[in-house]
């Protein structure tokens, strides 16, 4: 029942609050089912249950008691949570809703978090993405193949870990680090490179993108790997970055070389988003999210179906990689893949512009 009570918190307040957030990171897949199955031992081995034992452990003698009050209301709870994961949180009605005819644009946002290429690169370009937009990508990383593989004309950025691949021309970019302090009185994270320190980083592109109707701004975002890590105090902190960004804005030349311009002391911060894209180690649906920009809804809202977690690979439990949208575009299909490497399962959404 305790469970059952701090996951529900958890999800009624997010990471509003450095303790909450923990609540709300119980993985809805283990909670559930042990919920369950805890709610049925309560019901069977309990006092006067089916299967009651004694505290030496023999069977206890006696008449079986009816259900109690406190245990329906119980297993009235659990029904009442199933509902709302199937309905609210995995958005199971999805499937109801009819595609637009229109093919869209293809998304692939993905945390390739420095791990050898070779076991993913035929999957990531089997995708046929549009866009691809790759965090610490390995030494390996085959980025003449792929962009080969979507096509003769291709276009590309790049700020610190921060890649994006594009069949569309990239008209101006920016970088900035988000430079989040470390929590205080707290073990340094991540246990796997202990003298790495990260601090977070936020790119910008606009994208001539006639089939989401012109251009689109893209934030991609990578924040920090940090379990002990404030949620709500680290969004604030890369909002401020984001906002006090004073350039260099690098300008696209028809000749493909990017030249630098400076900001104008009027005109600061990234231009607002219709698209932001990472690895924001938080799940989604998170208060914390919603710092970044507001008005921005998730494409997995639009479109995903079931759990759809992204981390780890090989057995998710939690979706922290997300892809946000304005109310301008909207999802027709969003999924997450295997790619048979790294730490991270890929996104990939197929964008249209929003009906008017």
């Known amino acids: 029942m305790l469970l059952l009570a701090a996951w529900i918190f958890g999800h009624f307040v997010t990471d509003r609050f450095y303790l909450t957030q923990f609540l709300w990171w119980i993985p809805t897949v283990i909670m559930l089912p042990a919920s369950l199955v805890l709610g049925l031992a309560w019901r069977l081995l309990a006092p006067g249950g089916a299967y009651a034992v004694k505290t030496d452990f023999t069977s206890a003698a006696g008449p079986r008691r009816p259900t109690s009050q406190t245990q329906k209301l119980y297993l009235l709870g659990c029904g009442a ?128 993108v006639p089939a989401l109707g012109g251009p689109v701004i893209a934030w991609c975002i990578d924040m920090p ?77 639009d479109a995903g179906r079931g759990p759809d977690y992204t981390y780890p690979r090989q057995w998710p439990i939690i979706a922290i990689d997300q892809i946000l949208l304005s109310p301008r575009l909207v999802a027709s299909h969003y999924e997450i893949l295997d790619l048979g490497g790294a730490r991270h399962r890929a996104q990939l959404a197929v964008l249209h512009a929003a009906s008017k």
Request: charged share 20%; net charge neutral.
């Open 225 to 301: 790997s940090d379990v002990w890590l404030d949620r709500e105090r680290a969004f604030r902190e890369a909002r401020n970055a984001i906002d006090s960004f004073r350039g260099p804005v690098m300008v696209r030349q028809d000749s493909g070389m990017d030249r630098p311009e400076p900001m104008s002391g009027e005109v600061l911060g990234f231009p607002a988003p219709g698209i932001i894209m990472g690895d924001c180690n938080t799940p989604r649906g998170s208060y914390s999210l919603s710092l970044l920009h507001a008005n921005m809804h998730h494409a997995f809202d």
């Open 81 to 208: 949570v199933v509902a709302y994961v199937l309905i609210a949180e995995w958005r199971l009605g999805n499937v109801l809703r009819r595609p637009p005819t229109s093919p869209g644009v293809r998304l692939v946002a993905w945390n390739e978090s420095w791990a050898p290429m070779k076991p993913s690169h035929d999957n990531l370009v089997a995708l046929k993405a549009d866009i691809i937009f790759v965090a610490n990508p390995h030494y390996t990383f085959d980025a003449a193949g792929v962009r080969a593989s979507m096509g003769p004309t291709t276009y590309s950025a790049r700020g610190g870990i921060l890649t994006v691949f594009s069949k569309f021309p990239i008209l101006r970019h920016g970088f900035c680090p988000l430079g989040i302090a470390l929590e205080p009185n707290r073990p340094k994270y991540p246990i796997l490179n202990p003298d790495h320190i990260d601090n977070g980083e936020a790119m910008w592109l606009e994208l001539d």
